[in-house]
C-alpha cells in the first residue's frame, strides 16, 4: 500500500499534468511559487486577478473573510508572495475599510440585489481575523519584511478589544465575531471551529500580554465540556449561572449539529502537533467521527450529537479535512480509504466536463489545502505554533520577493 506521502505526492503530479503542463519547466523549483500544484490549482479557479477569491456558489457571487484568510496562509505555504500581497490588499481595502487598524474585516463581500459588489455584512469573523493575524505575522518572519507584522499588531489589537470576553466560570473567550454574539441574560454563542490551537500558539508567542494563552487553555475546556457522544456542534451555547460560574448548553439557534463548521474542528485537532498540552484530550473528546467513518464508510454530512444519528453523506472536504486527524489517531486504514476518495472525487471535479458546468467546490478544495499540504509535508505546525513551510529551509529570503 503507498505510503502518505506517495499519494500526496501523487495526486499533486496528477493535478499538475491535468492544470500545469509548463510547471516543471520552473527554473528554480526550491524558490519559485510553482512548488505546491494544489495551490496554484486553487488560485487558478478560486483567485481573481485583483486579489479577490470568488465562491461563485451563491447567487451573490461572494467572497467572505475567512476565503481571503485561509488564501493568504495557502500563499505562504506555496511560497507566494505576489498573491500573498493582493490577497491581503484586497482584503484591508473591501473588507475593511482600507483601515486594519479601526476596522475589522466584515465576513462577507459580494453582489447586492441592486446589482452592487459591496460589503454586504459589516459583522466580523474572529476565525479569519486570527488566520489573517497569523499569515502576516509568520510572512513577517519568512520573508523578512517587518510591514506584515505592523499590520497583523493592529489587527490583533482590534481582535482583543471587540472579540473577547470574559465568560462567568470559564474566563476569557473569543467570540465568533464583534456583534450579535453576546446576547441578553448571561448568555454567549460559541463556535469551537473558531479556535485553532497552533494559531492560537503563535500568537501567545508573539503577543504574550494578550488573552491568547487562556483562550487555548479554555478551548480545551469547551471542546471537553460541550462534546456528547465523541462529536462536536457547530455551534455552543454558554450560559452564565452566576457571576462566577456557568456552563456549555445546546445552542438556542443552531441546535445539537455538528456539519459544516463542526468538520474544522477534528481538522485543527489533527494539525495540533501531538506535543501540545492540548493534543491528546482534543483527540480523546473528539473520537465519534472516527467511529462514525468506520461504521458507514464515509464522514456523515450532519451528525446529532446528542443522539449520534448520522445524516447524509459528506463532500470530498469532510474527508480531507479529517485526514490528519486520522493520522493522529494511528488509523492508517480510514486515513488511507478517505484519501482516496479525496483523490477520485477531486479529480472528477476537475475534468474539462465538470469545469463547464461549475466552478469547482470551494469549501472541499480549502479542507483538502489544509490537509494535503500538511499530509505531503508542505507545512508543519511546531510546538509553539511557528508555521513550518517546505521552502524554509531551501531558499534565502532575498529568493522568495
Known amino acids: 500500500m503507498p505510503s502518505i506521502g506517495a499519494r500526496a505526492r501523487r495526486l499533486a503530479s496528477a493535478l499538475t499534468c491535468l492544470l500545469l503542463p ?25 483567485v481573481q486577478p485583483d486579489g479577490r477569491v470568488l ?49 475589522l474585516p466584515g465576513w462577507w463581500w459580494g453582489l447586492d440585489d441592486k446589482g452592487t459588489w459591496r460589503l454586504l455584512d459589516r459583522n466580523s469573523a474572529s476565525d479569519a481575523d486570527l488566520w489573517f493575524a497569523y499569515a502576516l505575522f509568520e510572512a513577517a518572519r519568512l520573508w523578512q519584511d517587518p510591514h506584515y507584522a505592523a499590520d497583523a499588531r493592529a489587527l490583533l489589537a482590534n481582535v482583543a478589544k471587540r472579540e473577547v470576553a470574559e465568560l462567568p466560570g470559564l474566563g476569557t473567550m473569543l467570540l465568533p465575531g464583534f456583534d450579535s454574539f453576546a446576547k441578553p441574560d448571561h448568555y454567549w454563542q460559541l463556535n ?54 456557568g456552563m456549555f448548553v445546546i445552542d438556542q439557534g443552531k441546535g445539537e449539529i455538528g456539519s459544516y463548521d463542526a468538520i474544522r474542528t477534528y481538522l485543527w485537532a489533527g494539525l495540533t502537533p501531538a506535543t501540545d498540552p492540548q493534543a ?39 474527508s480531507a479535512a479529517l485526514l490528519p486527524y486520522f493520522k493522529a489517531l494511528k488509523q492508517p486504514y480510514l486515513l488511507d480509504q478517505q484519501q482516496a476518495r479525496v483523490e477520485q472525487l477531486m479529480a472528477a471535479s476537475l475534468t474539462a466536463e465538470a469545469l463547464k458546468q461549475r466552478q469547482p467546490p470551494y469549501y472541499d478544495f480549502v479542507l483538502s489545502l489544509f490537509a494535503l499540504g500538511h499530509l505531503d509535508r508542505h507545512y508543519q505546525f511546531l510546538a509553539d505554533g511557528k508555521l513550518q513551510p517546505s521552502w524554509e529551509s531551501t531558499c534565502p529570503p532575498a529568493a522568495t520577493r
Open 55 to 103: 465562491d461563485a456558489s451563491t447567487p451573490q457571487q461572494h467572497s467572505s473573510s475567512e476565503g481571503q484568510s485561509y488564501a493568504m496562509f495557502f500563499a505562504l505555504v506555496g511560497n507566494d508572495r505576489a498573491s500573498f500581497d493582493k490577497l491581503w490588499r484586497w482584503a484591508r481595502d473591501n473588507l475593511a475599510g482600507g483601515d486594519i487598524a479601526a476596522n
Open 280 to 318: 491528546k484530550a482534543l483527540l480523546d473528546s473528539l473520537q465519534g467521527m472516527s467511529r462514525a467513518v468506520a461504521s458507514q464508510g464515509t464522514p456523515p454530512e450532519k451528525v446529532d450529537m446528542r443522539s449520534g444519528a448520522l445524516h447524509g453523506t459528506g463532500p470530498f472536504g469532510f
Open 192 to 245: 469551537p471551529s473558531y479556535l485553532p490551537i497552533p494559531v492560537l500558539r503563535r500568537l501567545q508567542q508573539l503577543d504574550p500580554q494578550g488573552p491568547w494563552q487562556a483562550i487555548a487553555r479554555n478551548t480545551g475546556s469547551l471542546i471537553k465540556a460541550s462534546n456528547a457522544n465523541g462529536f462536536v456542534a457547530d455551534w455552543v451555547g454558554y450560559r452564565g449561572t452566576s457571576p462566577n460560574s
Open 22 to 46: 509548463g510547471l516543471a519547466a520552473a527554473q528554480d523549483q526550491h524558490c519559485t511559487a510553482d512548488t505546491w500544484p494544489l495551490w496554484q490549482t486553487f488560485r487558478t479557479h478560486f
